[in-house]
């Protein structure tokens, strides 16, 4: 489902669907939002979210390592000319968003977010609000049916796939035991143009083993698998595509920026990179 403007040119959702929260059981983007110290979750999120600090205390950083992470590569991607981004597992929306950071460096950015999550949904009009120049559009649509979730991006004519387009799958992945490498390869031939760009980041064993293997028990009991790879796994998302340096390091480590926030790779948890089309 696309959300559509309003008379007003605010966002609402299609008419006559049926939106089921389904808050009487956990989500990841809710558990997110929580560690990122965001009020839109409810009881079951914050009690997964309390099991996982538990064994993972580092969650919360890990969370805004990889917010920041977002926000540099956008940026770094928009002013390399970039001016066209596709964010999937979007989440709740928590300022700045990544279209605010894009229309911070070129206000005509173009920007779908795509989520299946129905609470992003009814949050869906924060991540409309673009700068006059530019366009956002949001889809409900599960990154595990790329094939759906591009016909939903084509459809709202937002994008134009002729031209470079920067995919974001930020600590996403990890939620997709199985497959993920051969999704991302189907969004892969769909960026054609060359230019397009690619960021990720992910979960990993690489810097704290036991702690992770304990927070990925705790969100598949919530119901949310997870499945933390090792870098070289992580590093074949991006094969035929040029790696930016610094390449493939934890999220605090690429392109760090004065004033923030410092982590640890341990702190962080995940690995970060992007790459481009050759």
């Known amino acids: 489902m696309t959300v559509e403007r309003d008379a007003e040119g605010g966002a ?19 558990m997110y939002d929580y560690f990122l110290g965001g009020v839109t979750n409810f009881a079951p999120d914050r009690e997964a979210a309390a099991q996982a ?26 002013r390399s000319g970039i001016t066209q981004f596709l964010d999937i597992g979007t989440g709740i929306p928590t300022s700045p968003n990544l279209h605010e950071v894009a229309q911070g460096v ?13 609470i992003v949904l009814t949050h869906a009009q ?21 094939a759906a979730v591009l ?16 995919l974001s799958l930020v600590a996403l992945l990890h939620f997709v035991p199985d497959g993920a490498h051969e999704i991302v390869e189907t969004f892969k031939e769909a960026l054609a143009a060359r230019g397009s760009a690619l960021v990720i980041s992910h979960i990993t064993p690489e810097y704290s083993p036991e702690e992770t293997e304990r927070i990925c028990q705790v969100y598949a009991v919530a119901g949310n698998p997870v499945r933390a790879r090792t870098p070289g796994e992580f590093a074949e998302f991006f094969a ?8 493939v390091v934890s999220t605090p480590r690429w392109r760090p920026e004065p ?3 410092v982590f640890t790779d341990a702190e962080a948890a995940c690995l970060g990179a992007v790459a481009v089309r050759p």
């Not at 600090?53 to 920041?68: D, E, G, K």
């Not at 070129?106 to 129905?118: C, I, K, T």
């Open 12 to 30: 609402a959702p299609a008419p006559d669907v049926e939106i089921n929260l389904a808050i009487n059981r956990p989500h990841s983007a809710r």
């Open 53 to 78: 600090l538990s064994v993972f205390p580092q969650a919360r950083h890990a969370a805004r390592a990889n917010r920041a992470f977002m926000r540099r590569a956008t940026r770094g991607l928009a």
């Open 106 to 118: 070129e206000p005509g950015s173009r920007v779908v977010y795509a989520d299946n999550d129905p």
């Open 126 to 146: 924060a991540l409309l609000r673009s700068a006059p120049e530019g366009r956002t559009a949001y889809v409900q649509a599960d990154v595990r049916e790329p």
């Open 151 to 166: 016909e939903a991006v084509r459809a709202t004519g937002v994008l134009d796939f002729t031209r470079p387009i920067a």
């Open 240 to 247: 035929g595509w040029d790696l930016l340096d610094p390449g």
């Open 259 to 261: 004033g923030d926030e």
